[in-house]
């Protein structure tokens, strides 16, 4: 089952003008690339956010934590507008009834 999640890019302040500017031009439903960085020294499960060949920022702290499981199976990420990003990522265990006990 497919997944869908919008989270917000973070960081794009402490990015260089180049990255600035394209993250300012972003249009919506544009491309994005996310890429993990497990040797991110203050937060090992960050997730880079690239757009048009430029580092744009990150994926919210709060939101990387419980993708960065599942970046081996990303289906489509894409810029939502307004500072967010969007992506969808197949979960097998998603949907799944943790009530089976139930009588």
Known sequence: MNV????????NNFRPASAKQVFNDL?????ITLVPEPDNKYD????????????IGFVGKEYAVGLVDHM???VSSKYNGMGQ???T???PDAGEDDDSDEN
């Open 27 to 31: 249009d919506f439903d544009a491309e």
């Open 85 to 87: 990003g969007e992506v």
């Open 72 to 74: 081996d199976s990303v």
């Open 4 to 11: 869908t999640i919008t989270f917000p890019i973070r960081g």
């Open 89 to 91: 990522y197949d979960d």
């Open 44 to 55: 090992p499960n960050a997730i880079q956010v690239h757009a048009q060949g430029e580092f």
